[in-house]
């Protein structure tokens, strides 16, 4: 009874990977049953290559997905933890964004070869992530800045304010 919570997350991390996979599954058979079976004559070496960097970027994700909910063990056999929970943002919620957006691609690259610019999303956001992190890390300190007075006066008024130590009595 003491690990309901961990055998719960479990069983839904074991769900949600099985619907991921017959997700990529679903998505892979209607593009090659589509564009190689019925559109054989247009299908050359370069929708070849974007098939395969489909499936890796399928392949990449799902498995670091995988290795992110899966459950851990102690010696005995006995459930320590269910794994990490999928539902969390993070990196956990850009790697299904991955996936999402590789299906979309490579469904929507059927219709029309274009729809492979659409890749670019992933390492524009990743750049704009990047981007403000490095911004926090690069110009947080301006120590030569002036302040106006306004925001002096309640710098001042917080530093003057006595602060009081709660201490525990017996």
Sequence with gaps: MANQGAKKRREENNRHMRNLFYLIIVCNAVYLLVRAGIFHSSFKWKQWVSYMLTAICYIIPYLQIALIAKPSYDENGELLDGGFD???????GYLHDIIYITCFVQLASIISEKFWYLYLVIPAFGTYKLFGILKGFLWQGTEGAEEDEKTQKKREKRASRAK?????TR
């Excluded at 999928?86 to 956990?92: F, I, P, W």
């Excluded at 009081?164 to 525990?168: E, I, K, L, Q, S």
């Design 86 to 92: 999928l539902s969390t943002g993070g990196v956990c």
């Design 164 to 168: 009081y130590v709660r201490t525990r």
